[in-house]
């Protein structure tokens, strides 16, 4: 693995159903964030971890859980996906939360909830 | 309330210079960042300001007027491979970032 990983790259679900978007990284960073794009709109924070073992709400956390057992994995779980959650998943981390600390991002995951 | 404007869309010719402007209206300020995105990709660094004044970094520089709450990013000597969306985010009072919609940047020969 070199940087970080999304799985799957795209998924079709019913509504309904429960869906976990997988993320992973190998860059022993602290911090760790989950987006949704959307078009028209900027990425929007869903969830964030800044260190193993914690996470915060973003800005549209709604309908969404994550986890951070450890300190490469950080998966985003939908209870039970409605349409309105269809849109583009970018998973990102940085070595912190601080001011100047760049984010990488995975390649996404495009999710279509019908 | 937290804002950041940016134009949805411009268009430049193959070699020249290009500037995309983004002000801001953000509760604490840590700094402002754009990133590239090339369609259908993850979004990438390019530079980081939190200090007024331009940042060079190569054919890319960045400005930022924190009084004005308003920064630019300078494209030159323009190449097909800069079509993409640049995207200008602010670091908040938690080091969270905001982010505006994007410019989507075409490139003609």
């Known amino acids: 693995i070199a940087g970080i990983t999304q799985a799957p790259t795209s998924q079709i679900l019913a509504a309904g159903r429960r869906m976990t978007l997988r993320c992973t990284q190998d860059?022993?960073?602290?911090?760790m964030y989950w987006y949704r794009q959307d078009l028209g709109l900027g990425l929007r924070l869903i969830h964030y971890?800044?260190?193993?073992?914690?996470?915060g709400k973003g800005e549209v956390p709604d309908g969404y859980s994550v986890s951070r057992a450890n300190t490469d994995d950080f998966p985003l779980t939908l209870a039970s996906a409605v349409p309105s959650q269809t849109s583009v998943y970018f998973c990102?981390?940085?070595?912190?939360?601080?001011?100047?600390?760049?984010?990488?991002f995975g390649p996404g995951t495009r999710l279509t909830v019908l | 309330g937290q804002n950041i404007d940016q134009p949805t869309e411009m268009t430049a010719t193959e070699g020249a210079i290009v500037q995309i402007n983004c002000t801001y209206q953000?509760?604490?300020?840590?700094?402002l960042f754009w990133y590239q995105q090339h369609a259908g990709e993850a979004p990438t660094f390019l530079s980081y300001?939190?200090l007024d004044g331009l940042e060079e970094k190569g054919r890319f520089s960045s400005f930022l007027s924190r009084s004005k709450g308003y920064s630019y990013l300078l494209l030159k000597e323009l190449q097909m491979k800069d079509s993409a969306s640049y995207l200008c985010?602010?670091?908040?009072?938690?080091?969270?970032?905001?982010w505006g919609a994007g410019t989507k940047l075409i490139i003609k020969p």
């Open positions: 300001n939190v």
């Open positions: 971890s800044n260190t193993a073992g914690t996470t």
């Open positions: 953000t509760s604490g300020f840590n700094g």
């Open positions: 860059m022993r960073h602290n911090a």
């Open positions: 985010a602010t670091s908040d009072s938690n080091y969270q970032l905001i």
């Open positions: 990102a981390s940085s070595d912190s939360m601080g001011s100047s600390n760049e984010q990488f």
